[in-house]
Nanobody
Framework: QVQLVESGGGLVQPGGSLRLSCAAS????????ITWYRQAPGKERDLVAR???????NYPDSVKGRFTISRDNAKNTVYLQMNSLKPEDTAVYYC???????????????WGQGTLVTVSS
């Protein structure tokens, strides 16, 4: 089993910054891809950042240049640095991990519990 625990959400003024964390724990596993998604009230869930085991990243135009995804393998943690925040960034943010258990183990696709980010003056 793999568990993801998210933290770092809260209330911030427009133009401010937050850093979200997603810590992974569990049995022996290998994570191939970490993706941050967000879902605003009344809207569909959208991808906001993705990083692969090879270091490739992907961002939509709405956050490109403002958000940065990174990882600390020693801590089994991925971060989402969010700068120049806008009210439209208000949403519940979820991290998702895709990988496998061991070198020959089964694949997994797990989600964190979500953390709320509110951008308002």
């Amino acid at each position: 089993q793999v568990q993801l625990v998210e933290s770092g959400g809260g209330l911030v003024q427009p133009g401010g910054s937050l850093r979200l964390s997603c810590a992974a724990s569990g049995s022996v596993f290998y994570i191939n891809t970490i993706t941050w998604y967000r879902q605003a009230p009344g809207k569909e869930r959208d991808l906001v950042a993705r990083i692969t085991s090879g270091g490739s990243t992907n961002y939509p135009d709405s956050v490109k240049g403002r958000f940065t995804i990174s990882r600390d393998n020693a801590k089994n943690t991925v971060y989402l640095q969010m700068n120049s925040l806008k009210p439209e960034d208000t949403a519940v943010y979820y991290c998702n991990a895709v990988g496998q258990f061991g070198s020959r183990g089964n694949a997994f696709d797990v989600w964190g519990q979500g953390t709320l980010v509110t951008v308002s003056s």
